[in-house]
């Protein structure tokens, strides 16, 4: 287990606050900029944490699986989305490539990817382009002078101060394309057609 795992594991009750917000935010901000409708979609959720983007995406009309390698995280989005629990997966993507998993239409990871070192993106890049069949979609932070949120990137010792200058680049170098969809200003959405040829 990485130690960001074993991070997400002792502080689930407390991100669980932020699900209702996180929910809304989702609803209302984030999917309207997609650039497809997610009604149909067979969707895998990466780093889908307490579920807040998983549940958003399933009231649109999605076929949601969520994966996460924190059990507590996952335990709290259970209860979370209480009847209509959505399915889920404890898996540290980082070791297990998900190699069974079918291939669906989007996967998408929300603010995951920078709390993960270089070469551990890199392996994260890999199983979304191997699993996903039209889109892959990245949500996360750009780059902000707000000192809570740096703090909080400072506690979680990921790799966040670098990433939110390199994304953009690594992942046109990566994929070879990239939509940039800003949508606030501390967030933006990275999308990637998956297989697209120029
Ligand atoms: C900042 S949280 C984001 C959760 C959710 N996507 C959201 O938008 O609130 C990052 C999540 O990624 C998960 N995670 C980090 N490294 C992981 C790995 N190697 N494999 C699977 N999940 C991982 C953590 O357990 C945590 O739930």
Redesign the pocket.
């Known amino acids: 287990m990485?130690k960001?795992?074993r991070l997400?594991?002792r502080i689930s009750f407390f991100?669980g606050w932020f699900f209702r917000a996180?929910k809304k935010h989702y609803l209302n901000r984030v999917i309207p900029k997609l650039p497809f409708v997610l009604k149909g979609l067979k969707i895998i959720?990466?780093?889908?944490?307490?579920g807040?983007?998983s549940s958003a995406m399933k009231e649109k009309g999605a076929d949601v699986l969520m994966?996460?390698?924190?059990e507590k995280?996952l335990a709290i989005a259970k209860k979370k989305q209480g009847k209509d629990a959505l399915p889920y997966r404890i898996?540290?993507?980082?070791?297990d490539p998900l190699d069974d998993l079918a291939s669906v239409d989007v996967v998408i990871?929300?603010?995951?990817a920078h709390?993960?070192v270089t070469k551990?993106r890199f392996k994260l890049y890999e199983t979304m382009k191997r699993l996903s069949q039209k889109y892959i979609v990245f949500?996360e932070h750009r780059k902000t002078n707000n000192l809570f949120i740096k703090f909080i990137e400072y506690l979680e010792g990921g790799d966040y101060f670098n990433y939110v200058v390199v994304a953009e680049k690594e992942l046109r170098e990566y994929f070879g394309h990239l939509h940039v969809i800003p949508v606030s200003k501390r967030s933006t959405l990275y999308v990637i057609e998956n297989n697209f040829k120029v």
């Open positions: 990485t960001h795992i997400f594991n991100y996180q959720d990466l780093g889908a944490g307490t807040a983007l994966v996460d390698g924190s995280m898996a540290d993507v980082l070791h990871s929300a603010y995951m709390g993960l551990d949500y």
